[in-house]
C-alpha cells in the first residue's frame, strides 16, 4: 500500500447552481421519457369508459410540455453557468483545445477503458474525456430541445413556437 507524500486539501468543485442544473434535469428527463412514452404509444391505456375519464391524455401531454420547457430554461441557464461558474464549471474545461487535454483523453482511454496502462490521472471535477463526453450531451440536449420545438410548432398557432417550424423541413421531415 503506497502512503501519499503530498497532503490531501478539499476543493469546493460543484457548485450549488450546478448540482441543482443536475437534479432538475434528472427530473425533467424521467418525466419527459415517461410521457413521452404515453404520447408516441397510448393505446393501452384507452378505454370505452366516460369521455371525461379520458383527458388524461391532455394532462400527460400537458406534463410533457411543462417538462419540456423546465429542461430548456434549466439548459439555458446551465451556458450561462458555463460563464459566471467556478473553474470547473466553465466551458474552456469541456471543450478540449488544448493538447494538454487531447493527452489527458488518451490516457484516460487507456487506464480507464482498455486498461492497458496502471498511470495514475489526478483531475480535479471531470477529467478531459468525461468533459468532452458532457459537451457532446450538452450538443444533443440542444438538438433535442429544438426537435421538440419544430414538432410542437406544427401544431400551434402562437407566434413564439413558429419560430421553429422551420426545423422539421430541414430535418427532412424525419422527426414526424
Not at 123 to 147: D, E, K, P, R, V
Request: aromatic content about 22%; some cysteine.
Amino acid at each position: 500500500m503506497r502512503s501519499r507524500t503530498i497532503p490531501l486539501r478539499e476543493v469546493y468543485v460543484w457548485e450549488l447552481p450546478v448540482r441543482l442544473y443536475h437534479w432538475i434535469n434528472a427530473l425533467c428527463v424521467t418525466s419527459l421519457c415517461i410521457t413521452g412514452f404515453l404520447i408516441g404509444d397510448p393505446a393501452f391505456l384507452m378505454n370505452g369508459t366516460e369521455a371525461y375519464f379520458n383527458y388524461w391524455f391532455g394532462t400527460v401531454r400537458f406534463i410533457h410540455f411543462v417538462s419540456a420547457f423546465v429542461f430548456f430554461f434549466n439548459f439555458v441557464f446551465r451556458i450561462y453557468w458555463g460563464f459566471a461558474g467556478n473553474e470547473f464549471s466553465r466551458w474552456y474545461n469541456f471543450i478540449p483545445l488544448k493538447r494538454c487535454q487531447w493527452k489527458e483523453i488518451v490516457n484516460v482511454i487507456k487506464v480507464d477503458v482498455l486498461q492497458v496502462s496502471h498511470k495514475e490521472i489526478d483531475s480535479i471535477g471531470h477529467n478531459s474525456l468525461a468533459s468532452l463526453i458532457y459537451f457532446i450531451t450538452f450538443l444533443l440536449f440542444l438538438l433535442q430541445c429544438l426537435t421538440g420545438f419544430g414538432m410542437y410548432a406544427a401544431n400551434s398557432t402562437a407566434f413564439l413556437p413558429k419560430l421553429f417550424a422551420w426545423i422539421v423541413p430541414f430535418m427532412g421531415e424525419i422527426c414526424m
